[in-house]
């Protein structure tokens, strides 16, 4: 019974390292170690946001004056003389201007007059506003190749040798002892 578990514990011990030539057999899984050189990777995100705004835009308007004479030459229907004609004042007043109107011997005297006036015109979804955000990731990987074994590696490719070579002698030992 000991002479089997001393088998089992050199077989465990002499699979514990593997070889260079192992490894390239096998390089789908050990990547990171066959891989030579960098590897570089760039991803970059562009996205657009839009921001649409409402804006009032202001119009301004100076003061003006307009003054107007209409002469009456005849009147329909009527055989009156123009300069005999006169009217009181009429006054009118809007929101942004003002104007006077009169009659003064057969003239039509029209005064109009508006203020410093600003308008505010609002607007819906006016201003556009677009912001481009751009994010870049950098991911740079280094692998160092494994290019020769190193001294621990031949060290257990020696004891693997040793001990298959003890193993094969201590079975034929064994073998020999139960044929006698």
Known sequence: ??????????CLLSVSCMTVKR???N???????CTTGNVDTVIIDNSTVI???????????????VYLE???????????????????????KAGLAWSTAQVVKGVLKHYL????TILQIRLDNALRTEKTL??????????????????????????????????????VVFVLQIQN
């Open 51 to 65: 921001f649409l705004r409402d804006t009032t835009i202001n119009f301004y308007f100076p003061r003006d004056t």
């Open 70 to 92: 209409t002469p009456l030459k005849k009147i329909p229907g009527k055989e009156i003389d123009p300069k005999l004609l006169n009217t009181d004042i009429s006054y009118l």
């Open 1 to 10: 019974m000991k002479q089997i578990a001393f088998i089992l514990l050199i």
């Open 113 to 116: 007059e508006s203020g410093d």
């Open 134 to 171: 751009r994010t870049e990731l950098k991911v740079s990987k280094s692998y160092i190749p494994i290019k020769e074994n190193t001294k621990f590696a031949k060290f257990t490719i020696k004891w693997f040798i040793g001990s298959l070579v003890v193993i094969i002698l201590v079975l």
């Open 27 to 33: 390089c789908g899984k050990f990547e990171q170690i």
């Open 23 to 25: 490894i390239e057999r």
